[in-house]
């Protein structure tokens, strides 16, 4: 009876922690589909590249996510074993099932109008929440969010200030397909959501001190046994777009 007990218990935390980021990884194809895309604004890190690609071929930024996600889903087996390579997937593939869903059926628009600095901010705050709450319990979008952290914990640096520094390079990129003033904003939005990203990841919450492999972080009362109980084997997370 106690083995069972123990069973479900942790069937329920995981569901729970899974949900959650599944919150998360809608957040984040919501903004970038309805605000970024819309708004022909780009996106730093893998999210930015499948973007570039949308505008250069037509390939839809779902399936461009999972191409450039797939070498690092591999490598993360070889590092980190099968269980971490298949929660990462999950996070990559649920992000890509939502932003292809939006795609082909949501009738909302969000067109600002020229008004920039409006979509800038709206895509910096949500994707940044996005990313932060997948992040904070264990999960990833994409495979740069498993290189953001690894430098993280290298480097020390914080994960929003790895990601800001990261998608530099790919924003300069995208002034080969952008136009300059739409590329500053979306150095804006992107600079946005790395302090949110810190923010959202580190704010003081109620519940026990949990270590993930991105950082150590008070969970909220809500969801702290559903951290706790993958804290020895969780990851991370970040970034997908449109």
């Known amino acids: 009876m106690k083995r069972t007990s123990l069973t ?15 919150l998360g990884t809608f957040i984040l194809a919501f903004a970038y589909y309805h605000i970024n895309f819309q708004n022909h ?19 839809s930024p779902a399936i461009g996510m999972l191409l450039l996600d797939i070498p690092v889903m591999i490598l993360a087996w070889f590092i980190k074993g099968w269980k971490f390579m298949i929660q990462a997937l999950l ?8 932003y292809d869903g939006f795609e082909r059926y949501s009738t909302l628009v969000m067109n600002f109008n020229g008004n920039l600095w409006i979509p800038a901010v709206l895509s910096g705050v949500l994707t940044g929440i996005g990313a932060g709450i997948v992040l904070r319990f264990g999960g990833a979008t994409g495979g740069d969010d498993i290189l953001a952290v690894l430098v993280s914990r290298w480097k020390g640096w914080k994960l929003g ?16 397909f952008l136009p300059v003033k739409e590329t500053l904003y979306t150095i804006l939005a ?26 150590k972080l008070p969970i909220p009362s809500v969801a702290a046994k559903a951290v706790n109980a993958a804290a020895s084997r969780t990851s991370v997370a970040r970034g997908v777009t449109h």
């Open 8 to 22: 479900v218990q942790h069937v329920k935390t995981e569901a729970i922690k899974f949900a959650i980021m599944l």
């Open 41 to 59: 604004l780009s996106e730093g890190g893998f999210v930015g590249l499948a973007l570039l690609g949308k505008y250069a071929t037509g390939l």
């Open 91 to 98: 996070g990559v593939g649920a992000f890509s099932l939502f």
């Open 161 to 176: 200030t790895v990601f800001f520094v990261s998608d530099a390079f790919v924003l300069g990129l995208s002034l080969f």
């Open 190 to 215: 992107v600079w946005i959501a790395s302090k949110m990203i810190t923010f959202v990841v580190s704010v003081p919450a109620r519940g026990p001190v949990v270590t993930t492999s991105a950082v």
